[in-house]
């Protein structure tokens, strides 16, 4: 497999994957439709093995044309996270299930890997989520995303990774992650208000959720056909926890709120077993990933027009 098509490349994820793939020496089409820009995969332009090719994952004759020559496809476009969905579930629908369906239509018998996510499982039903635990998706996001893995694992040729939260920094950074969010708030704003403070989350370095997508692609035949959460057992962080970690570098005001909801109600813990049997292990920790994300907030600026401060 040397030539790799990689969905929604530009995004989060794309932007550490593409690099990782060019540097293995592999030839990369990326197909994005750019809704949030392109400038964090300028610096793939460099390598002649790297190819953009801009287009709509919902669109037949893009997804058609994308295919032409390539043996394996990372599928990563998606509305991502319930905040997106909620506000155009329409769109995320089509996205992330109906697209899905297309490409896998159109695919033939080329390798597929695909980004899953842990909103999957929903509210804690048991104690720990292992893969084969009942999915009870509880967001827009979550369920299209379910319906998209289940449908693929069906067709089979496929590997499907239910990821932990990512957090850390992408040439295309994202701040509504948990972790993001969090330091971004204590840095810019020195102050955070958390409710729900013991909810438990998993978190997984945007780095490794790159390195786990390479992993896939080289060890396709022993993971063929199944599913694995990818993430790892040393970070299953309590939100309070996630901040009190802040808090130990960044000295800003902490309040825990009585009243308040996550509309992602989730709070589960997750098992990363199964993945670390079948080889891959994440090597980025929590504290490094902080550590970046607090340095990296000296070039990040937060323009209000209408306040003094
Ligand atoms: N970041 C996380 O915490 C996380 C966790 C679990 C799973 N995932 C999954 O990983 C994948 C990548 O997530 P991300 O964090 O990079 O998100 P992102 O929003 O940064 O990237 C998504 C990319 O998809 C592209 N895209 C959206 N609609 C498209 C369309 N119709 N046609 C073509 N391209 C389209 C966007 O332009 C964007 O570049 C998603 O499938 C997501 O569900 C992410």
Redesign the pocket.
Known sequence: MKNILV??G?????TMLVPMLLGRGYKVRV??????GGKGLLPCFASKDFEFVK????KIEDVRSSLDGMDAVIH?????GFPACKKDPQLAEE?NHK?TVLLEGLRHDRPLIF???GSNYGALVGDVCREDSPLNPLTIYGST?TAAEQYLLKCGNVVVYR?A??YGLSY?Q?LD?LINDFVYQAVKNRNLIIYEKSFKRTFIHVRDIAASLLYALEHFNKMRDEVFNCGSNDQNFSKEEVALLIQKRVNYYLHFAEIGKDEDQRNYEVSYEKVNKAGFFTTVGIDEGIDELIRSMAVVQVVNEYSNV
């Open positions: 969905t929604g530009a995004g989060y994820v794309g197909m994005d439709n750019l809704m949030y287009g709509d994952v919902r990563l476009a998606a509305i991502v996205t697209a980004a899953s996510t995303k990821y939260t990512a295309r994202r992650l």
